[in-house]
Structure formats: C-alpha cells, structure tokens
C-alpha cells in the first residue's frame, strides 16, 4: 500500500529540521527514522512515496538499499 507521505533516514538535527520544515510545503506527512532498521520496519507498513536517505552512504547496511528498492517496485516508490 503506498501513501503520501515522505521517509527521511538521518539523525535528528539542525538539517534534518530544515529538510522536514521545507517538505512540510508540500502539504504531505514527513515520518523521521534513525537508523536504517526503523526505515525498513516503516516502509513495510506502508511504503512511503519518497524515501530520503541522508548520511554518509557507508554508515547504511550493505542491504539497505537492495531491501528498499525490493519494496519499492511494487507502488514505484522513489529513492533518493
């Protein structure tokens, strides 16, 4: 099931507030995950129709990006 809402990965802070304030123009729900297993369990819920992954990219799980885009085929979530 895919909804209107967008998925941050990234650590609370000064840029992730930023990031939540300019999305909330888009008039859509912004759900925030620590870590990389709170994303997945998020996104197996109900799959986001924008999932942002912010960080470093060798802090993520070597399967982090393989499980979401295995989910995302199915409602066509984009990954960023």
Do not use: H
Not at 2 to 30: P, T
């Amino acid at each position: 099931m895919l909804n209107d809402y967008i998925l941050v990965l990234g650590k609370q802070s000064e840029d992730i507030q930023a990031l939540e304030f300019l999305l909330s123009r888009l008039r859509c729900s912004v759900a925030v995950a620590s870590s990389a297993d709170q994303v997945v369990a998020q996104a197996s819920q109900t799959l986001p129709y924008l999932v942002i992954l912010s960080g470093d990219r060798q802090d993520w799980p070597p399967n982090l990006v393989k499980q979401l885009r295995q989910m995302a085929r199915v409602c066509g979530t984009t990954i960023v």
